[in-house]
């Protein structure tokens, strides 16, 4: 029987982040959950010692640990290792906790039947450099029942690793974060947490995530795209024809959900995810239905646009799910350099689908504020 307040430990990785750290901290620290730890690993920043000098601040409120750089995966492994905790909970050190994080995700956690092989995730804020704060909302239908499909098709909001509330011995099964992966080692750890345990959402925003023009996922956004398209496809592949079958079926507006994220996807700039998405389409439409012609005309456009030799695609008998595969392994780095979907070509879309996916008040006032920056400068 799970103890009713185990420790949590909060990890918090930190490379060159004196300018946000300290909030990280202090929301950790402001928890009403008070069976904690709070562990700083800093990952060798090069900040003249602005980072260490704000972490030892706290004196022995926290555990500060420095290690050589070796990427964040490395200093969230390094964190597992030294945590007390039986429960790990990631805080980037940008990012910070709504002070009822951790309880409320304990109370949902020791509520489940089995609490050593489940995984609590909540929703998140978004923080805009603007000031906006944006509630960002998990499909929960297809997350409880659909988690593979989740991880690999949801492009409108995502699972933010920092939501999560992980049973330690989980982690250490599993080997952590692969250090080799820079930028998709979250995905690809739930990823193989999800054959050992059971994902659940707790409906409740309880994560702030920063928006920031210094963040990894936008300084690295080309190494992002094409890791995050190559790692999401294979999940999606990975889907049995069976299981996606009853995802269509077992409620009337997954199959609304799963093209919405595939247009959000192509706008992005992504090509193996839609593929992989229509490859699961083209299997369950068949040939003689009204649907399998919007398929056969999205990928269309992929080989017209992808493939480097169209004769591979002249066989008419050839099937859908067939042809999607062959493209999907023809895809190589060079074809995200030219992406018509990426370049400013298709900023009306971009635009269109922002609308649709967050609403047209609030892309009016996130225009606004930017437009009161640009006047203020002036």
């Keep these: 029987m799970a103890k009713r307040d185990p420790k949590v430990s909060i990890i918090i990785p930190v ?3 004196s300018n946000f750290l300290a909030n990280a901290i202090d929301s950790a620290l402001a928890q009403t959950y008070r069976n904690i730890e709070v562990v700083v690993v800093n990952d060798g920043s090069t900040d003249n010692g602005e980072t260490e000098r704000i972490a030892l601040s706290y004196g022995n409120k926290i555990s500060y640990y420095q290690k050589k750089n070796g990427g964040v995966s490395s200093a969230l492994n390094f964190g597992i290792k030294k945590m007390r905790g039986e429960y790990f909970s990631w805080l980037s050190h940008d990012d910070i ?4 994080k951790v309880e409320e995700e304990i ?3 020791l509520a489940r039947s089995d609490p050593a092989h489940t995984i609590v995730a909540c929703n998140s804020f978004t923080l805009f450099e603007s000031g ?7 499909n929960q239908t297809v997350f409880d029942n659909h988690f ?7 492009a409108k909001v995502g699972l933010n690793g920092c939501s999560l509330l992980i049973p330690r011995q989980l982690l250490i099964k599993d080997g952590g974060f692969k250090e080799d992966l820079p930028v998709t080692q979250d995905y690809d750890l739930w990823n193989r947490l999800k054959d050992r345990a059971t994902f659940v959402l707790l409906d409740k925003n309880l994560v702030v995530y920063r928006h920031h023009d210094m963040q990894d996922s936008i300084q690295k956004f080309s190494m992002s795209l094409v890791a995050g398209d190559d790692l999401r496809s294979r999940i999606l592949q990975g889907i049995s024809k069976n299981d996606f079958a009853h995802f269509m079926e077992s409620h009337k507006k997954n199959e609304k959900w799963l093209w919405d994220n595939y247009a959000i996807y192509r706008t992005r700039g992504y090509i193996k995810i839609p593929l992989a998405m229509l490859y699961l389409l083209a299997r369950y439409y068949g040939h003689d239905t009204t649907r399998a ?6 990928l269309l456009v992929f080989e017209r646009r992808y493939s480097n030799d169209l004769k591979q695609f002249g066989d008419k008998n050839m099937l859908i799910a067939e042809k999607t595969k062959i493209l999907i392994k023809s895809i190589s780095s060079k074809d ?3 992406h018509p979907d990426s370049d400013g070509g298709n900023k ?16 009016i006032e996130k225009a606004a504020r930017k437009l009161g920056r640009i006047v203020r400068r002036k």
Excluded: M, Q
Excluded at 97 to 100: D, N, V
Excluded at 132 to 138: L, P, T
Excluded at 348 to 363: A, H, M, N, Q, T
């Design 15 to 17: 490379y060159n982040g």
């Design 97 to 100: 906790y709504e002070k009822t």
């Design 107 to 109: 109370e949902y956690l």
């Design 132 to 138: 906006i704060k944006k509630k960002e909302k998990i």
């Design 148 to 154: 593979d499909i989740f991880l690999g098709a949801s």
């Design 293 to 298: 012609l919007r398929v056969r005309s999205e």
């Design 336 to 338: 995200y350099k030219s």
């Design 348 to 363: 009306l879309v971009g635009y269109i689908e922002s609308i649709k996916s967050d609403g047209l008040l609030f892309v």
